[in-house]
T-cell receptor, first 115, second 114 residues
Framework: GAGVSQSPSNKVTEKGKDVELRCDPISGHTALYWYRQSLGQGLEFLIYFQGNSAPDKSGLPSDRFSAERTGGSVSTLTIQRTQQEDSAVYLC?????????????FGNGTRLTVT | AQTVTQSQPEMSVQEAETVTLSCTYDTSESNYYLFWYKQPPSRQMILVIRQEAYKQQNATENRFSVNFQKAAKSFSLKISDSQLGDTAMYFCAFIPYYNNDMRFGAGTRLTVKP
């Protein structure tokens, strides 16, 4: 079956421009997560959604970062006025509803390069 | 919030030997799940093994096993008979039983040498 899909797979943008990253979770998965992985580094938690709501936004690095999820499905992570330190791989993951605690299923990530 | 610590940024092991990756976590929860994920150069995240905190028996999956010490909040991963394909970044992860707030450690980069 279809897994978690992220687009684009690669994005190169100029410093100061806005970018939008998209995540399509597995159908029926109500929990959705965004992580950031800098080159060779560990996963940095950004935000997670339970349905359309985000109980914890504390991981967002700055107010230039925002995320939304509509219809309990697709999520977009938006970075405004990109900076070079935003360059990283942005990973999305989804899992089944609260209480079932199935493992996360990850997409292949979007590699963002800010020049 | 929960925190997960992996104190070994890099490790290496000879092919066919055994290696243990360490993970500690901090939580006030009593019911939770712990995971080890593997991330090869392809960037895809692959679940290696999972442990429920209420189970005393350590989880095993073929060559992979864990040493779960709940009182010490420790969750190490042992890889036996290491293979070249085990070369990857390994992440320890924690999720409380009652919500989906999953947290990862910083990862350990494992290199298996021929």
């Amino acid at each position: 079956g279809a897994g978690v899909s992220q687009s684009p797979s690669n994005k190169v943008t100029e410093k100061g421009k806005d970018v939008e990253l998209r995540c399509d979770p597995i159908s029926g998965h109500t929990a959705l997560y965004w992580y950031r992985q800098s080159l060779g580094q560990g996963l940095e938690f950004l935000i997670y959604f339970q349905g359309n709501s985000a109980p914890d936004k504390s991981g967002l690095p700055s107010d230039r970062f925002s995320a939304e999820r509509t219809g309990g499905s697709v999520s977009t992570l938006t970075i405004q006025r990109t900076q070079q330190e935003d360059s990283a791989v942005y990973l999305c993951a989804s899992s089944l509803a609260l209480g079932e605690n199935s493992p996360l299923h990850f997409g292949n990530g979007t590699r963002l390069t800010v020049t | 919030a929960q925190t997960v610590t992996q104190s070994q940024p890099e490790m290496s092991v000879q092919e066919a030997e055994t290696v243990t990756l360490s993970c500690t976590y901090d939580t006030s929860e009593s019911n939770y799940y712990l995971f080890w994920y593997k991330q090869p150069p392809s960037r895809q995240m692959i679940l290696v093994i999972r442990q429920e905190a209420y189970k005393q028996q350590n989880a095993t999956e073929n060559r992979f096993s864990v040493n779960f010490q709940k009182a010490a909040k420790s969750f190490s991963l042992k890889i036996s008979d290491s293979q070249l394909g085990d070369t990857a970044m390994y992440f320890c992860a924690f999720i409380p039983y009652y919500n989906n707030d999953m947290r990862f450690g910083a990862g350990t980069r494992l290199t298996v040498k021929p």
